[in-house]
């Protein structure tokens, strides 16, 4: 039998209390748990991207994460990086530039782009690209994904 | 990925090397190797896990006498981030920059990059070039106890180190390299990360009056560990970087590693690449 | 004057929802009362299958139902070739094969209980390439052929004796092209459901839902009506969603035998083992010209792996014959392929479909057959490409035809003979790096293909009282952006803006049929289709006015949401106009229904035929720098020029074009499917390498616009081509760079550094079927 673990945890601001299986993880807590589906799963092994999600304000592969491991700690999925003036910003930048195709990696680089704006407020070329290396997109080629990020992060950078 | 019977988040060092003293336990921090390797079925864990990212002693950077101690928690993001790393042990930090994608960096730790022991593993490269140590904690008599073992001496095989079931791993220990030294770690792959090394190299040398000093050279994926390469640094010492010698060195290197064929490479590419990547950094590090 | 959508940057009206992870895709969605399912596929690549013992499953608590083909014994064959039972029955010829299924209350129950079946094989002999499987003696896959050949196809056009008769150079070569998989980012997943009348309700990311409907129904021996399809938003196809596989019919048994929904997904390294490939092609061409630079004849030989079962992989020697014979003017060509059987992964449909090999091939000897006669690469394409109303000797009617263009403005923007004598001119400068430049040019069907004897799609249009136009259409959107251009398309005849419009294109019981997204046909042949609609919604709506206002309804126009005379003045705002049909004989407002048919032709028997209404072109110079000392290849450039008849909208051509470069940079330098034995090798992210953001080249896109008669405004299907000669242009560049002409992709750093090194295996011609 597998052990269970009471988590208290920050998602999205809100406070929460779970009980979760000790080998869970923090992806399938978000999705089958909590009902938050816009963190995808697309690899479960850290190699695309795609299940990006912010812990104690930076980025993280949650399909890697204990869920376990949230306890104590400040999540944000893409549902809170929407909701936040810089996720707004990016969405426009994303929509504008026609940085989204299938969408299926779309959600894991807003979060990735969001904390490299925050990051690297005004962040060149070289460094988007650098920034989002772990996220894969099969449709668009990357281009319009760079420079939607980089629209976000000039305005970014001007506020 | 096999039943966790118990999980246990200590702490402090004494606390979680008491519960690895009761034994059957499998150490969690950053989790990037862990959870994808026991899903795979590559990791058979342990009855207990046992999550270390709340001890507060495997933390931090700083310099002590000489001596850069980076805590077992420090991630690669911190790495980075640490002008002391950059500007003092630039080896490490430039394979840090090379290490896996942001997400990634942001939770791995350099503690866990060591005991995962990969043949090809980013940091350890480096980390042996600047003859570092293992700084191992265990409460073998109810008192919590500190052993030092050099990297060299560290790795004794592909996922396998000297580390015993009952002890962690709090630190690595990083000699100051003298003055003047400088260094490159190279990582062969079209992208700048994410992807594993087929070889890395790490070599460093201090420049006097035209000739090599204090040669270091390591390699990466080319033998059940990675490597210091002793007789390669032997072909180096006390010489000029010139063709001749990049072409002993390199026919050093050559006689020296074991490397396999695998999906990633031919045995007979990673020796080339062997001989003409140490030639490349050796003769940059002549240059330095 | 309002403003014309045609050729602006449209945001995709899907894409808001996509950002911020509001879309629900099949794996989002739930279900009540859904059990999970799960495969138990072969542990052997090949062998009998002695027993299935699957009592221990059964017991687990939690588990539903656990089946095997005895549980189904009506079930059959799908496939192109029908040679595939979706659960193995006495043998298993891949190590993909499905051998068991469960439904469960959860995934990890139906998870552990796979681990409980037992099954005993006893193997047999391994036919892991082609030419095992050509071997006298080698035993056959599937009864009842005398060979291991799934499918040959044989093309002549002239005659290629005589062709060869009057060259005066003549090259050949083989060429060894890889395996590589879609890659979609969204697994493979579905969810199965029966009413209990026994209809059936599929939540599916098939390409062809209506085929499907009509396939699923054979299957399962009921009528085809009472089979309802709805597809939610797919997470990527690129042609693999376009036959149906194994999963599928799995899913339909459990759903049917435990009377619950049934929902199943894929995990990543399933996709990778049990989604279809491109596969694997040994290529022989040799072609000809005369010494000044006309290409005399083509002759080419191809062996396709096409793996244990027929999917349509066998059958992309159709696209793969329409390059040899007509990619530049050849007035002789002989064209044969075999599919071969191996007990290897097998061969689906993948963006381009055969014409990425055949494009290689041919693009390879278009640069030898130059040098040889010492001509310019460009001079020589130019001489030999088609102009505007050619007919090809296989048929294929050039209406419009801007390949002539694609080559000069290719060539102009990148300054390419300049940098090709150049690099030339600097093979034996010290220096480990060398800079390369490469050109190939594509043709591909750009009107839809008629590979069935309809290539139709219908379209209802609706437009109620507040002048809301909801468009049903039966063309799928599969992330490419058809929903937005068919809204776009439809806003441009009536005058309304691009948020007056609502898409619905994703349920069988709504839409009216479509043939399904392939073949780069959506914008077209649904763009005509939704054109149609539209324009018969308009006259209805200015017959009306025209009623109420005595002003004949050819001196109506609908503009800016109103209806406006001659003038320009508006009569009546549209909304309000519709609203006031309430009170007529015409209540059902506005309701228009349009079935569109390009004027193209099934091909006859000799593969001879017009068989898309438009041709597309493109040319693509590739700039390369080789590390010679490691290998590695990295692209700095392209610049692409595409005859895309008319930009409808420009940010999702761009988008189209850019993600097809960096997936055809992904087939030529970084992906590659290992399979050895039957077993793939690598099936993770890690090691099968899809390009990341930091190696994108730069690119450079010009768009020549043809204006083709016969699409939607002028437009033509692009959504392929980008992806089908960077690997060509690549090799020409590689060989610019360094003097060294690469016959086998994929351009990994071994292999370029073992050809460069003299290390590598040159393929050689195997086993000819």
Do not use: D, E, N, S
């Given at each position: 039998m597998s052990a269970n673990c009471e988590i208290e945890f920050t998602l999205n601001g809100v406070r929460r209390r779970l009980t979760v299986p000790a080998q869970m993880s923090t992806l399938e807590m978000l999705r089958e748990r909590l009902g938050l589906r816009g963190t995808k799963y697309a690899c479960g092994e850290g190699e695309c991207g795609a299940c990006t999600i912010l812990v104690d304000g930076a980025t993280q592969n949650s399909c890697l994460m204990f869920a376990a491991d949230c306890d104590g700690r400040d999540l944000v999925t893409v549902e809170g990086v929407a909701a936040s003036g810089l996720g707004e910003r990016l969405r426009d930048a994303f929509v504008a530039n026609g940085a989204v195709q299938c969408g299926f990696c779309t959600p894991g680089l807003m979060v990735q782009a969001s904390h490299l704006i925050e990051q690297h407020p005004g962040a060149d070329e070289a460094t988007i690209r650098r920034g989002i290396e772990g996220n894969l997109c099969r449709c668009t080629g990357y281009r319009k994904i760079i420079d939607a990020i980089h629209e976000a992060a000039k305005a970014k950078a001007h506020e | 990925m096999n039943p966790i019977e118990s999980y246990r988040a200590p702490r402090s060092l004494d606390e979680a090397a008491e519960i690895l003293r009761t034994g059957n336990v499998t150490v969690l921090a950053g989790g990037t190797d862990v959870m994808p390797q026991a899903n795979a079925g590559r990791l058979r864990l342990q009855p207990v896990l046992m999550n270390v990212r709340r001890v507060a002693e495997l933390g931090g950077i700083a310099e002590e006498a000489g001596v850069v101690r980076i805590g077992a928690l420090t991630t690669m993001t911190e790495l980075l981030a640490s002008a002391l790393v950059r500007e003092r042990i630039g080896l490490l930090w430039q394979a840090c920059d090379h290490f896996a994608s942001d997400q990634i960096r942001n939770a791995a730790t350099l503690g866990g990059n060591v005991c995962n022991a990969s043949p090809a593993g980013d940091t350890l490269v480096p980390l042996l070039a600047l003859e570092a140590r293992a700084l191992l904690a265990s409460k073998p008599d109810g008192r919590l106890e500190m052993r030092r073992v050099p990297l060299e001496q560290f790795f004794t095989g592909p996922g396998r180190t000297a580390r015993k079931a009952s002890e962690l791993l709090a630190a690595i220990e990083i000699p100051l390299p003298p003055e003047g030294f400088a260094g490159e770690f190279y990582k062969h792959g079209a992208r700048p990360a994410l992807d594993i090394a087929t070889i890395s190299i790490a070599a460093g040398a201090r420049r006097e009056a035209g000739v090599l000093r204090g040669v270091r050279v390591a390699f990466g994926a080319v033998a059940p560990t990675p490597m210091r390469a002793r007789r390669t640094e032997a072909a180096l010492e006390g010489r000029a970087p010139d063709a001749a010698t990049l072409e002993a060195a390199a026919a050093a290197a050559e006689a020296e590693i074991h490397p396999i064929s695998d999906v990633r490479a031919s045995d007979w590419y990673r020796r080339e690449l062997v001989r003409n990547m140490l030639k490349r950094a050796m003769s940059h590090v002549g240059k330095l | 004057m309002s403003e014309t959508l045609i050729g602006k940057r449209i945001p995709k009206l899907d894409a808001p929802d996509k950002a911020i992870g509001k879309t629900r895709y099949i794996h989002d969605l739930e279900v009540p009362g859904a059990l999970h399912a799960k495969i138990l596929r072969s542990s052997e690549v090949h062998a009998r299958i002695l027993s299935i013992d699957t009592s221990a499953a059964k017991r687990?608590?939690?588990?539903h139902a656990v089946i095997t083909a005895a549980d189904v014994p009506w079930q059959r064959p799908i496939g192109v070739a029908k040679d595939h039972l979706p659960l193995k029955t006495d043998r298993v010829r891949s190590l993909r094969d499905e051998v068991a299924a469960v439904a469960a209350d959860s995934e990890e129950i139906a998870q552990a209980a796979l681990a409980l079946i037992k099954v005993r094989y006893e193997p047999l002999p391994l036919l892991a390439s082609t030419d095992d499987a050509l071997a006298p003696g080698a035993p056959l896959l599937h009864e009842g052929r005398e060979r291991n050949i799934a499918m040959t196809f044989d093309y002549a056009q002239g005659d290629v004796a005589r062709g060869e008769a009057e060259s005066d150079v003549v090259v050949e070569d083989v060429f060894r092209l890889h395996y590589v998989t879609h890659c979609c980012m969204g697994v493979s997943g579905v969810i199965a459901e029966f009413d209990p009348g026994g209809g059936l309700l599929l939540y599916s990311n098939t390409q062809v839902p209506f085929l499907h409907k009509r396939e699923f129904a054979e299957m399962l021996g009921i009528d085809p009506a009472r089979i309802r399809i709805i597809q939610p938003?797919?997470?990527?196809?690129f042609g693999s969603k376009l036959d149906i596989y194994p999963f599928e019919p799995i899913a339909i048994f459990l759903a049917k035998i435990t009377g619950r929904p049934v929902k199943l997904l894929f995990t990543r390294e399933e996709e990778f083992l049990a989604s279809p490939t491109r596969q694997p092609v040994l290529l022989k061409l040799r072609s000809g010209c005369r010494r000044d630079g006309t290409l005399s004849f083509r002759t080419v030989e191809t062996v396709h792996d096409n793996g244990a079962y027929t999917s349509w992989g066998a059958t992309t020697p159709f696209v793969m014959m329409q390059t040899i014979s007509s990619l530049y003017r050849v007035p002789h060509c002989k064209y044969h392929t075999s599919a071969v059987y191996t007990n290897n992964p097998y061969a689906g449909s993948f963006r381009g479909y055969g014409n990425l090999q055949a494009t290689f091939a041919v693009e390879a000897h278009m640069d030898k057959l130059a040098e040889a006669v010492g001509m310019d690469g460009l001079a020589f394409r130019l001489k030999n490409a088609q102009d505007p109303g050619e007919i090809t000797p296989q048929g294929m009617h050039f209406k419009t035809c801007g390949f002539k263009q694609c080559l000069t403005t290719a060539a102009e923007r990148s300054g390419f003979l300049e940098k090709q004598a150049a690099n030339r001119a600097r093979w034996r400068d010290p220096g480990p790096v060398k800079r390369g430049i490469g050109m190939a040019s594509m043709l591909h069907v750009g009107g839809g293909a008629k590979i069935y004897p309809s290539d139709g799609c219908g379209t209802i249009l609706k437009i109620d009282d507040f002048a809301h136009v909801t468009l049903m259409t039966g063309a799928s959107e599969i992330g490419q952006g058809s929903e937005t251009v068919l809204a776009q398309l439809v806003c441009e005849e009536l005058g309304l803006p691009l948020s007056a419009v609502s898409v619905v294109n994703n349920d069988t019981d709504i839409t009216p049929w479509d043939v399904g997204v392939h073949a780069s046909r959506t914008t077209f042949i649904a763009g005509n289709s939704a054109i149609g609609a539209a324009r018969k919604a308009k006259s209805k709506i200015l017959a009306a006015a025209a009623a109420r206002t005595g002003v004949p309804a050819d001196a109506l126009a609908l503009r800016e949401g109103c209806i406006v005379d001659a003038g320009g003045k508006k009569l009546f705002e549209l909304g309000k106009f519709l609203r006031g049909l309430h009170f007529s004989d015409r209540a059902e407002l506005v309701m228009t229904s349009f079935y569109y048919e390009p004027p193209s032709k099934h091909q006859d028997k000799e593969f001879r035929g017009d068989v898309s209404a438009a041709y597309a072109w493109a040319t693509q110079v590739c700039e390369v720098e080789v590390d010679t000392a490691t290998g590695i290849v990295r692209l700095l450039k392209v610049t692409g020029a595409h005859d895309v008849g008319r930009v409808l909208n420009r940010l999702g051509i761009e988008g189209q074009i850019e993600g097809g470069i960096v997936m055809g940079m992904g087939y030529a330098l970084t992906e590659s499917l290992v399979v050895e034995n039957g077993a793939v090798r690598n099936p993770n992210f890690r090691d099968y390498k899809l390009v990341t953001a930091p190696e994108i080249p730069e690119m450079d896109i010009s768009f020549i616009e043809t204006m083709d008669g016969e699409g939607p405004q002028g437009a033509k299907g692009v959504g392929e081509a980008p992806a089908i000669c960077i690997a060509a242009a690549l090799a020409n560049a590689i060989y610019n760079a360094t003097g060294t002409r690469l016959y086998?992709?994929?351009?990994?750093p071994e292999n370029v550094y073992r050809a460069l090194h003299g290390a590598a295996q040159a393929p050689a011609w195997g086993k000819a079927a």
């Open positions: - | - | 687990l608590p939690g588990v938003p797919i997470g990527g196809g086998a992709l994929p351009f990994t």
